[in-house]
């Protein structure tokens, strides 16, 4: 796997409502963390790997509990 040594800029494939308008979510990746903006707008949102990735595993636990939960409700009946 290649480190990332200088920034890379995608389009996604998602669009988000804003102002009214969908507009496309542009992503750019850095060595130490990525920034995400809306097409056609100034504003930037920079947020740490480490924070991605602790995201990450707070929405696995609680998929993982709901799982629990819902077989837990089933068994009873």
Do not use: F, I, N, W
């Not at 496309?24 to 707008?41: I, N």
């Amino acid at each position: 796997m290649t480190t990332l040594e200088r920034p890379v800029r995608r389009e996604t494939a998602v669009s988000k409502r804003d102002g009214g308008r969908a507009r496309v979510v542009l992503v750019e990746l850095h060595a130490r963390h990525l920034e995400l903006r809306l097409k056609g707008t100034r504003r930037r949102l920079a947020v740490p790997y480490e924070a991605v990735y602790d995201l990450a595993g707070k929405m696995l636990a609680r998929a993982e509990a709901a799982e629990r939960a819902a077989a837990k409700k089933g068994g009873k009946r």
